[in-house]
């Protein structure tokens, strides 16, 4: 027989929303106006997911502030939180993004202007974010030659010749030092 415990969420003064969960686990929540949240188990993740639809907005803002460790954005509708709310569980017992897939979100997080939630990457994952992934053909004109890049496991290939960064290869087209990644187009300014 499988057993149901009982969850609680406070919706606010005088309302609450009960939810009976198999194999959930409870957590006491920081807020004092909230009793109990919810952290599903894997066997029983999608009941769980399902059950958020039952829930009211302030319940939902209060279960989104526990699962990402920040307030839900001020104009978040219902089913946006429901969605994220269930990602970050799936995220969590499934696992998230690739690291390759993080670290390249975090750049253009970055390149957007806006600032980081939290210390998802460091200052060498954003470099090796805004390379470009094995395969890729950089292709770029300077004084009516085109000149083509191809982007390796250890590096870059220009005429047969490996180099190590962007940089040495547009020093070895230009002659002079530049930026590589900003000389074939691939960052701003």
């Given at each position: 027989?499988?057993?149901?415990?009982?969850v609680?969420l406070?919706?606010?003064?005088?309302?609450?929303k009960?939810?009976?969960?198999?194999?959930?686990?409870?957590?006491?929540?920081?807020?004092?106006?909230?009793e109990?949240?919810?952290?599903?188990?894997?066997?029983?993740?999608?009941?769980?997911?399902?059950?958020?639809?039952?829930?009211?907005?302030?319940?939902?803002?209060?279960?989104?502030k526990?699962?990402?460790?920040y307030?839900?954005?001020?104009?978040?509708?219902?089913r946006?939180?429901?969605?994220?709310?269930?990602?970050?569980?799936?995220?969590?017992?499934?696992?998230?993004?690739?690291?390759?897939?993080?670290?390249?979100?975090?750049?253009?997080?970055?390149?957007?202007?806006?600032?980081?939630?939290?210390?998802?990457?460091?200052?060498?994952?954003?470099?090796?974010?805004?390379?470009p992934?094995p395969?890729?053909?950089?292709?770029?004109?300077?004084?009516?030659?085109?000149?083509?890049?191809?982007?390796?496991?250890k590096?870059?290939?220009?005429?047969r010749?490996?180099y190590?960064s962007?940089?040495?290869?547009?020093?070895?087209?230009?002659g002079?030092?530049?930026?590589?990644?900003?000389?074939f187009?691939?960052?701003?300014?």
């Amino acid at each position: 027989m499988t057993e149901f415990k009982k969850v609680t969420l406070q919706a606010g003064p005088g309302r609450s929303k009960c939810l009976h969960v198999a194999g959930c686990t409870k957590v006491t929540a920081t807020d004092e106006r909230r009793e109990e949240l919810l952290v599903p188990e894997l066997a029983n993740l999608k009941e769980t997911i399902v059950m958020l639809a039952d829930l009211d907005n302030e319940a939902l803002r209060v279960t989104w502030k526990r699962v990402w460790k920040y307030p839900a954005p001020k104009a978040a509708r219902k089913r946006f939180m429901m969605l994220g709310i269930a990602w970050k569980w799936q995220a969590g017992l499934l696992g998230g993004f690739r690291p390759e897939l993080a670290r390249r979100l975090a750049a253009l997080e970055v390149r957007s202007g806006e600032s980081l939630r939290g210390p998802y990457c460091s200052a060498a994952d954003l470099t090796a974010a805004a390379r470009p992934g094995p395969g890729t053909w950089l292709i770029r004109d300077w004084r009516g030659e085109r000149h083509e890049v191809h982007v390796t496991e250890k590096g870059y290939l220009w005429r047969r010749k490996e180099y190590g960064s962007l940089s040495a290869v547009a020093k070895a087209i230009t002659g002079v030092s530049r930026n590589g990644p900003k000389f074939f187009g691939l960052r701003d300014g």
